[in-house]
């Protein structure tokens, strides 16, 4: 009996300890964002009539970022803009193949507190699933969504007006 209690004291301590070195000083280092999204009807379309989905993210340091896009369904293309303080976007970045196969990965040097929007979209049109991975420089990463009601046609070149 009193053995049992020693034994699960001692496992108490033992969770505790590891929960308390989780805690590791309360900052936990950035990891990268996996997000798994569809290209399909419903989404935002570009001048070329592909699809594509919009995302937000926030540069967390001054250094070189890199997104991926992979598919095994769509024949990748991604764009990345940079929000200016007047709320317009540049495009900064265009990748078709730069990935393996036909994913996209596109690489660009982020600075810290600046918002970015990747666009994932394809060179075809077309529907499919695909991955979208963005490196530990970039957090806070938000779709952003059509409206229900509104025109989802999206103003912003598409892939083969970027080649
Ligand atoms: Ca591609």
Request: glycine share 12%; net charge negative; proline share 2%.
């Amino acid at each position: 009996m009193s053995s049992t209690r020693v034994c699960a004291s001692l496992m108490a301590l033992t969770i505790l300890v590891i929960a308390l070195a989780g805690c590791g000083g309360g900052k936990k280092d950035p990891q990268p964002t996996t997000i798994n999204g569809r290209l399909e009807s419903g989404d935002w379309v570009l001048g070329d009539d592909t699809y594509v989905d919009r995302y937000e993210c926030k540069a967390r340091e001054t250094a070189e970022a890199q997104v991926i896009m992979h598919s095994e369904e769509v024949d990748c293309f991604l764009f990345v803009y940079r929000k200016r303080s007047d709320g317009g976007l540049t495009l900064i970045a265009g990748d078709d193949d730069s990935g393996s196969g036909l994913d996209a990965r596109v690489q660009f040097d982020a600075v810290d507190g600046t918002v970015y929007e990747v666009r994932a979209n394809s060179y075809r049109r077309g529907s499919g699933s695909y991955t979208l991975t963005f490196s530990k420089q970039l957090g806070d990463v938000q779709q952003i969504r059509p409206s229900d009601r509104g025109e989802t046609r999206l103003p912003g070149i598409g892939a083969k007006q970027a080649k």
